[in-house]
């Protein structure tokens, strides 16, 4: 039996006040109706949008839906009527379905296990521990996200990717730019541009002259020049972008949550469960769309064929059928399964990096610094805005007892 349909008409531009870290209330309130909604996009398309968690884990698990750029004619938040979509970038596989996901893919996890991942941990403490050292030989008074949360994923990406360190401010602008949802389109593609030029560069360096890196060990495989750009800008600007969002909000949010805070400080041993349950409750990945290859049955309603899907990732981290009391932050939480990382082909490749970057970063900061503060109200603390693809704070004045 179909359940009663709900028609979700507008997509928010912002969150609510004094909110930062919950969905926006359109976004809950769709979420109320039902798990899955009608969704008119701007150019008339009627798609559909999903906001609980069953189905949204069941569309990420489902090839019916798929992943590829060309195929994806309707956006939620612009009229794309009567744009032509081009296929994504060589290398560029997260907008691509199998085999060519796979193909992309698959060189790369075995570089991404937990145990390499866990290896890297002295690394990630030397890093953290020297940016900390910065901090407070600077004195009290900095932005959490320039001095912090930006520098330290941002190191280890290009340690990585065998990027020179000294490189680093020449792509993070531009990440930052084609990725922030604030810049209009022509700075938007030539932040993008710049990008792409850069990292065929740095591809050729690596040809010419192969160092100790990632990039340079896929070098032996048959990927094109141009295929490696592509791979490179995907783990580049996942690696640096997201960890970095992670960190600036996810301080935010533990400042905001003293109790909580303090149960981390005392208890270091709670930094795993605090580090998945900041991914769960932050969800800072917020959606995604999908389109139907076929028609599929989802949730009592029939999805046809070319339709579009808008997956709300922080709604189905925040479901009441799923988690209990969703909305509290609870760094002692068990129920884990959270979205934060995606699921199916396509969930995070660089997860455990990202997690072994959030438990040394968060354990390190909060012992460095017991009387850490927001240094403004937490009103004035600026956000990314709903356009960006990851959402966070754009920067975050923190100080504390000298």
Not at 253 to 281: F, G, H, S
Not at 312 to 337: I, K, M, V
């Amino acid at each position: 039996m179909s359940e009663s349909l709900h028609t979700f008409t507008t997509m928010p531009a912002e969150r609510q006040p004094g909110c930062p870290f919950d969905p926006p209330k359109e976004l809950l309130e769709a979420r109320e109706h039902g798990p899955i909604s009608r969704f008119p996009f701007p150019d008339g398309h009627q798609g559909w949008l999903v906001t609980g968690y069953d189905l949204l884990r069941a569309v990420l698990a489902d090839q019916r839906f798929s992943s590829r750029k060309e195929l994806m004619r309707h956006h939620w938040a612009m009229d794309l009527a009567g744009m032509e979509i081009p296929p994504p970038p060589p290398g560029e596989f997260l907008l691509m379905d199998e085999p060519q996901h796979g193909r992309y893919r698959k060189p790369l996890v075995g570089k991404f296990t937990v145990r390499r991942m866990r290896q890297l941990t002295e690394r990630v403490e030397q890093v953290t521990a020297e940016h900390l050292d910065a901090m407070e030989k600077a004195g009290p008074g900095t932005d959490l996200v320039t001095a912090f949360a930006k520098p330290i994923p941002a190191v280890i990406i290009c340690e990585l990717l065998g990027v020179p360190y000294g490189d680093r401010g020449r792509f993070q602008d531009n990440i930052d730019k084609f990725l922030s949802g604030e810049v209009g389109d022509e700075e938007l593609i030539a932040a993008y541009l710049a990008t792409q030029t850069y990292l065929a560069e740095l591809v050729a360096a690596k040809r010419a002259n192969p160092t100790d890196d990632l990039l340079s060990d896929l070098l032996d495989s048959d990927f094109t020049d141009e295929e490696l750009k592509g791979i490179a800008l995907i783990l580049l600007s996942a690696g640096f972008d997201t960890t970095a969002n992670m960190l600036g909000l996810g301080t935010f949010a533990l400042l905001q949550n003293p109790a909580q805070l303090a149960a981390l400080r005392n208890d270091p041993a709670l930094i795993d469960t605090a580090v998945e349950e900041l991914m769960r409750y932050l969800g800072i990945a917020k959606g995604f769309q999908r389109v139907a290859l076929e028609d599929v049955e989802l949730g009592g309603h029939t999805i046809k064929a070319g339709s579009m899907v808008v997956l709300s990732y922080n709604t189905a981290n925040r479901d009441p059928e799923r988690f209990t009391d969703p909305h509290l932050l609870d760094l002692r939480r068990q129920e884990g399964g959270h979205l934060g990382f995606s699921h199916g082909i396509h969930q995070c490749l660089g997860q455990q990096l990202a997690r072994v970057e959030m438990r040394v970063a968060f354990s390190a900061l909060v012992k460095r610094f017991p009387t850490l503060r927001l240094a403004v109200p937490a009103e004035e603390v600026a956000l990314r805005p709903e356009t960006a693809d990851i959402y966070g704070v754009k920067s975050l004045p923190v100080t504390w007892d000298a």
